[in-house]
């Protein structure tokens, strides 16, 4: 069986670039990773890499049509708009080829949080409360309105933690104006506000589709180690700026140490998630607690970073290890997902 390996590669960037100013390609991956999934798909394919940087749009169409893949493993992470992620697979699509993980809607709509929470509502999944703030007029009215603080301001079409810091986590009108300001002007655009949960967050990986979708060891974050003042939240802070890997804290527990009655509303929760986004083979769900203990959803990844190396703090990999699955078993479980899905076996 032949596959194509589609990705995007991280430019080099001059040397001492701080993590935290290579924005814009944040979620592109690094060698590393690439090679650690080819060579995983080795263990049983024929595997072809693909960089699927736009700057070599004219190949990557050519190496398809000359190449024929059986299938495609996806990790591409696009370019710049809300439509980032589905750039690529609307393009398999259009060439009739098979490729792992959501299609075009789905990817879109993850990159939509405020889209994403309004088709959980109709299911009556719970997420926080929220508003989409377009435009600093219509913010004007908005911060006359009665609020329940805290509340949590974070662009809408972000991910990584991108325009997520301390600050987000407003107490005041005087916070939310600033806030409200902030994502509007600097990340060009809307803002959307929820309601802040204060308890517990834990991260879910789950792998298949249909009736043997699966819910891998859930995953507590833990704040311990942030400064003692923080907002507990994994912000841009905590996961660039204060997660050293030179001097390492334990910042995952996996699995999470809750009661099994909780672990398996999550579960629950979250295989409903997956379900209403239509999500395919796997992705990552991120789940806070509230105040009184009650699980809510936060967002949808349809596209779970996957860093090989343990000391990285990867979550999607780490639910798979403390499931006894390797990296390589991992991604190679995740092809046989969307072969099954397709009708189609190695
Ligand atoms: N409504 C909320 N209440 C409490 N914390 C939140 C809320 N929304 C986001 N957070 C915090 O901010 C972090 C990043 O938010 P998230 O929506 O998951 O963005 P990203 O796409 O960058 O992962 C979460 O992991 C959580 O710690
Ligand atoms: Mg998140």
Known sequence: MKVALLYNQKPDLPENTPKYQSDEFAEWDNPETIDAVANALRERCDVVKIDCNPAYLQQIITTLLEEKPDICFNITEGIGEPSREAQIPALLDMMRLRYTASDPATLCLALDKARTKEILSYYQIPTPHFRVIHSLSEGMVFLNEHHQFPLIVKPLHEGSSKGIFERSVVYSVEELSRQLREVIEQYKQP?????????????????????????LPIIELLFDHLPKDSRKIYSYEAKWLWDDPENPVEVFKCPAPISKELADEIASLCKRAFRALRCRDWARIDVRLNEHGKPFIIEINPLPGILPNPDEHSCFPLAARTAGIDFNALINRVLDEALKRYNLAI
Request: aromatic share 8%; hydrophobic share 50%.
């Open 191 to 215: 803002a959307l506000v929820e309601q802040f949960l204060s308890g517990r967050e834990f991260t879910v990986a789950l792998i298949g589709n249909g009736e043997t979708l699966e819910v």
